[in-house]
């Protein structure tokens, strides 16, 4: 989505921006966590970790102490002030930007402090660490550092700085201090972006910006009981597909859905899918609104590329498309199609 159609995204703001991290390990299992059945959002569906941005934490020029003390990567040039600032957002991204690294939230604080490609993972990294305990930690060269040669022993008591970072998001920050390492920004690599559609009964709306990580192995989850079920699953895409299909008590959201549709055969190896994400990643987003198309019988979710879908979709009405006027057998001949048929 460019031009005309990115400036009207951001133009009359209702919604939050908001960051989430596709986890993948070894059988090229997806990490899916349960929300919680009194959530207000997509309440007891599936869905990966992640959550709200908050500019004062994820974007906070508290941040740049840390960098520049741990050195390399210029992680103290991820900054608006600095120099070099395109050749530094190039790291991440070096094509097409959607609404949410341009001109969302992420990217309108005043004065920025961080790139938005940085202030987004930093969410995305905080909010999966709140939710289910993972901490993806970096040496200064942006270099994993592996979990088990830190994150043992009781004087770290990882349970209690994920409720202090519950609380307090400041706490994130402390706590990469006290390890002397840095967020694991350069694990997660631009996968896609989506904006929740205003038709939804829910009046909670988000521009999320979905990361990929990829994991030599799984880990012990910790879960968030104030927003998950308790329950969470390491499945193949392909087996969360199928039983989002056979059990009407397994839900998905629907960019989770999605995400995992496109994740289904993507690749034969963790290794092959993480190449091609650090690929993909480099060639950016564009944001996906889904706008609801009614016909004589069906009704279906349309998404860019889609040949019905309009070339100025409106982010605000919530009204849907009228294709009653076309006949359903020629809706679903249409080409090119890029939609979820209800």
Same mark, same amino acid.
């Given at each position: 989505?460019?031009?005309?159609?990115?400036?009207?995204?951001?133009?009359?703001?209702?919604?939050?921006?908001?960051?989430?991290?596709?986890?993948?390990?070894?059988?090229?299992?997806?990490?899916?966590?349960?929300?919680?059945?009194?959530?207000? $959002?997509?309440?007891?569906?599936?869905? &990966?970790?992640?959550?709200? &941005?908050? #500019?004062?934490?994820?974007?906070?020029?508290?941040?740049? #102490? +840390?960098?520049?003390?741990?050195?390399?990567?210029? %992680?103290?040039?991820?900054? #608006?002030?600095?120099?070099?600032?395109?050749?530094?957002?190039?790291?991440?991204?070096?094509?097409?930007?959607?609404?949410?690294?341009?001109?969302?939230?992420?990217?309108?604080?005043?004065?920025?402090?961080?790139?938005?490609?940085?202030?987004?993972?930093?969410?995305?990294?905080?909010?999966?660490?709140?939710?289910?305990? +993972?901490? +993806?930690?970096?040496?200064?060269?942006?270099?994993?550092? /592996?979990?088990? !040669?830190?994150?043992?022993?009781?004087?770290?008591?990882?349970?209690?700085?994920?409720?202090?970072?519950?609380?307090?998001?400041?706490? %994130?920050?402390?706590?990469?201090?006290?390890?002397?390492?840095? /967020?694991?920004?350069? @694990?997660?690599?631009?996968?896609?972006?989506?904006?929740?559609?205003?038709?939804?009964?829910?009046?909670?709306?988000?521009?999320?910006? &979905? %990361?990929?990580?990829?994991?030599?192995?799984? %880990?012990?989850?910790?879960?968030?009981?104030?927003?998950?079920?308790?329950?969470?699953?390491?499945?193949?895409?392909?087996?969360?597909?199928?039983?989002?299909?056979?059990?009407?008590?397994?839900?998905?959201?629907?960019?989770?859905?999605?995400?995992?549709?496109?994740?289904?055969?993507?690749?034969?190896?963790?290794?092959?899918?993480?190449? $091609?994400?650090?690929?993909?990643?480099?060639?950016?987003?564009?944001?996906? &609104?889904? =706008?609801?198309?009614?016909?004589?019988?069906?009704? $279906? !979710?349309?998404?860019?590329?889609?040949?019905?879908? /309009?070339? @100025?979709?409106? $982010?605000?009405?919530?009204?849907? =498309?009228?294709?009653?006027?076309?006949?359903?057998?020629?809706?679903?001949?249409?080409?090119?199609?890029?939609?979820?048929?209800?």
């Amino acid at each position: 989505m460019k031009g005309a159609s990115a400036a009207a995204a951001t133009a009359a703001r209702s919604w939050r921006d908001s960051a989430s991290l596709i986890l993948v390990t070894e059988g090229l299992r997806v990490l899916l966590l349960k929300r919680a059945a009194k959530s207000s $959002f997509f309440a007891n569906a599936r869905v &990966f970790p992640g959550g709200a &941005f908050d #500019p004062g934490v994820d974007a906070s020029a508290d941040w740049l #102490p +840390l960098f520049r003390a741990n050195g390399g990567r210029s %992680f103290a040039a991820w900054h #608006p002030g600095a120099d070099g600032l395109a050749a530094q957002a190039a790291q991440f991204a070096s094509a097409r930007r959607a609404p949410i690294f341009e001109s969302g939230a992420a990217a309108s604080v005043a004065p920025l402090a961080l790139l938005p490609e940085v202030a987004l993972r930093i969410c995305a990294l905080r909010e999966t660490f709140e939710e289910c305990g +993972l901490l +993806l930690a970096a040496d200064g060269d942006g270099n994993r550092v /592996p979990h088990d !040669t830190w994150a043992s022993g009781p004087e770290l008591r990882l349970a209690e700085w994920q409720s202090a970072v519950k609380q307090d998001g400041r706490e %994130f920050l402390r706590l990469f201090s006290s390890l002397g390492l840095c /967020p694991d920004l350069h @694990s997660l690599y631009e996968w896609s972006n989506w904006l929740t559609p205003s038709t939804l009964s829910s009046p909670r709306r988000f521009d999320t910006a &979905f %990361f990929l990580c990829c994991l030599p192995a799984a %880990f012990q989850v910790r879960l968030d009981l104030a927003e998950m079920s308790g329950e969470h699953d390491w499945l193949p895409p392909v087996e969360a597909i199928d039983r989002f299909h056979s059990e009407p008590a397994f839900s998905l959201s629907p960019p989770t859905l999605y995400e995992l549709a496109k994740l289904a055969g993507q690749a034969d190896s963790l290794q092959s899918l993480e190449a $091609f994400a650090k690929h993909r990643g480099r060639l950016g987003t564009e944001l996906y &609104f889904p =706008v609801l198309g009614v016909g004589q019988r069906l009704a $279906f !979710t349309m998404h860019p590329g889609d040949c019905r879908y /309009p070339a @100025s979709p409106d $982010f605000n009405s919530g009204r849907h =498309v009228d294709l009653g006027g076309i006949g359903d057998d020629q809706l679903m001949r249409d080409r090119p199609a890029n939609r979820i048929v209800h």
